[in-house]
């Protein structure tokens, strides 16, 4: 059997949940093939309609007054957490009326405003500090419905406002100025942020990494989440190439 396969099982025996996304995607490295940036045209087929199915279990076929503010987290670096976040949102904007945001919360790797060929001057960090609105502080994408409010200009104490009273005042604002917030954060097992986010969210979708994900990673993940009271909403395992049998789906 493979390792896979088996952190499959593990993850869906402790988590209650399934992987939504099945299929391979792209690197999620801000520079990407001869340094080229990653732009939404080139996420490919697959990879979207596979996004789709997450958007539609998590956002679509919910009950409207269900929480629409989710945080995207991967268990390790370098899961493809950043990748799959824009895709969702990019994937929830084409499908609904309502406006979306995406959110980069992770001011360790910040790489979203590459991911889509926009400026990062202004952002997340520079509202944790101004007066604004938190509409002021982002940027219109494709469709018109999509917005980014990516990192922004990070400062040596920008870090430490990630715990701090404004964030919760300029969350609490994004819930108010869009209908549904998608949050990319930093890996579980490295760093704190998405369990704190998690707490002013909905809740949480988990990254993981095919072939790469160890089950105790994947296992101290999902604990650290579980002993903040953050709901786990779903899990994605990223860049696996076989399908994932029936009966695993039918363990939902």
Same mark, same amino acid.
């Given at each position: 059997?493979?390792?896979?396969?088996?952190?499959?099982?593990?993850?869906?025996?402790?988590? %209650?949940?399934?992987?939504?996304?099945?299929?391979?995607?792209?690197?999620?490295?801000?520079?990407?093939?001869?340094?080229?940036?990653?732009?939404?045209?080139?996420?490919?087929?697959?990879?979207?309609?596979?996004?789709?199915?997450?958007?539609?279990?998590?956002?679509?076929?919910?009950?409207?007054?269900?929480?629409?503010?989710?945080?995207?987290?991967?268990?390790?670096?370098?899961?493809?957490?950043?990748?799959?976040?824009?895709?969702?949102?990019?994937?929830?904007?084409?499908?609904?009326?309502?406006?979306?945001?995406?959110? %980069?919360?992770?001011?360790?790797?910040?790489?979203?405003?590459?991911?889509?060929?926009?400026?990062?001057?202004?952002?997340?960090?520079?509202?944790?500090?101004?007066?604004?609105?938190?509409?002021?502080?982002?940027?219109?994408?494709?469709?018109?419905?999509?917005?980014?409010?990516?990192?922004?200009?990070?400062?040596?104490?920008?870090?430490?406002?990630?715990?701090?009273?404004?964030?919760?005042?300029?969350?609490?604002?994004?819930?108010?100025?869009?209908?549904?917030?998608?949050?990319?954060?930093?890996?579980?097992?490295?760093?704190?942020?998405?369990?704190?986010?998690?707490?002013?969210?909905?809740?949480?979708?988990?990254?993981?990494?095919?072939?790469?994900?160890?089950?105790?990673?994947?296992?101290?993940?999902?604990?650290?989440?579980?002993?903040?009271?953050?709901?786990?909403?779903?899990?994605?395992?990223?860049?696996?190439?076989?399908?994932?049998? %029936?009966?695993?789906?039918?363990?939902?």
């Amino acid at each position: 059997m493979s390792k896979t396969f088996q952190l499959m099982q593990s993850a869906l025996g402790e988590m %209650e949940v399934a992987p939504s996304l099945t299929r391979e995607l792209p690197s999620t490295s801000a520079q990407g093939r001869a340094g080229s940036q990653y732009l939404p045209q080139d996420f490919d087929a697959s990879s979207q309609e596979e996004c789709l199915r997450l958007v539609q279990r998590i956002f679509l076929a919910q009950p409207p007054d269900a929480g629409r503010a989710i945080v995207f987290a991967g268990v390790d670096r370098g899961d493809g957490c950043s990748r799959i976040c824009a895709e969702s949102a990019r994937t929830l904007s084409a499908h609904v009326a309502g406006s979306v945001c995406l959110v %980069e919360a992770n001011f360790r790797t910040s790489s979203l405003a590459q991911f889509f060929g926009v400026s990062n001057h202004r952002g997340l960090a520079d509202s944790l500090v101004g007066n604004a609105s938190i509409r002021s502080f982002t940027v219109q994408l494709q469709p018109s419905n999509l917005w980014l409010l990516s990192a922004g200009a990070l400062m040596p104490e920008s870090l430490s406002r990630l715990t701090s009273d404004s964030l919760k005042l300029r969350l609490q604002e994004l819930r108010k100025e869009f209908d549904y917030v998608l949050i990319d954060t930093p890996a579980l097992n490295v760093y704190g942020d998405a369990v704190t986010l998690g707490r002013n969210a909905d809740g949480v979708v988990v990254v993981l990494q095919a072939e790469s994900t160890r089950r105790e990673s994947a296992a101290k993940a999902i604990a650290s989440l579980r002993d903040a009271h953050v709901e786990v909403l779903g899990a994605v395992l990223n860049r696996r190439t076989f399908p994932i049998p %029936e009966f695993v789906y039918r363990r939902l």
